[in-house]
C-alpha cells in the first residue's frame, strides 16, 4: 500500500473515532423506516406462530414487536423488508410451503 492510500485510510478511520465518541456528526446518515410487522404478517395472511416459524424467531419475539415492546434488529429487519417486497421468494428460497 503506498502511503497516499495508507495515510487516507488513517484519516477515515480517525474521523469513525470522532464520530462513535460524539466528537463530531457523521456527514450523512441512513435512517430505514421500521417495519410494520404486524401488517407484514397480516398481508400474507399467516397467524403469529406460522409467521414466526417461517422467519425462525419465537412466537413471543413476534408478539414483542407487534406491540412495540422490541424492535426488530439486523438480519431479521432485512428479512422482514425481503417478505415485505416479496413473500413468495422468500418461502421460495426458504423451501417454505405456505399453502
Same mark, same amino acid.
Request: hydrophobic letters at 40%; charged letters at 25%.
Given at each position: 500500500? &503506498?502511503?497516499?492510500?495508507?495515510? !487516507? ?6 474521523e $469513525?473515532?470522532?464520530?462513535? @465518541?460524539? /466528537?463530531?456528526?457523521p456527514?450523512?446518515?441512513? /435512517?430505514?423506516? /421500521? *417495519? &410494520?410487522?404486524? $401488517?407484514?404478517?397480516? @398481508? ?12 425462525g424467531?419465537?412466537?413471543r419475539?413476534?408478539?414483542?414487536? /407487534?406491540?412495540?415492546?422490541r424492535?426488530p434488529t439486523? *438480519?431479521?429487519?432485512?428479512?422482514? @423488508?425481503?417478505?415485505?417486497?416479496? *413473500? !413468495?421468494?422468500?418461502?421460495? #428460497?426458504?423451501?417454505? #410451503?405456505?399453502?
Amino acid at each position: 500500500m &503506498d502511503n497516499e492510500l495508507f495515510n !487516507e485510510l488513517l484519516t477515515s478511520i480517525q474521523e $469513525a473515532g470522532k464520530i462513535m @465518541r460524539g /466528537e463530531t456528526k457523521p456527514m450523512q446518515v441512513y /435512517e430505514f423506516e /421500521e *417495519p &410494520d410487522v404486524k $401488517a407484514i404478517r397480516e @398481508r400474507i395472511g399467516f397467524s403469529q406462530s406460522k409467521f414466526a416459524a417461517l422467519i425462525g424467531v419465537s412466537l413471543r419475539t413476534i408478539q414483542n414487536w /407487534e406491540q412495540g415492546h422490541r424492535h426488530p434488529t439486523g *438480519p431479521a429487519k432485512v428479512l422482514l @423488508r425481503l417478505v415485505q417486497a416479496d *413473500p !413468495e421468494s422468500v418461502f421460495k #428460497n426458504l423451501h417454505i #410451503n405456505h399453502a
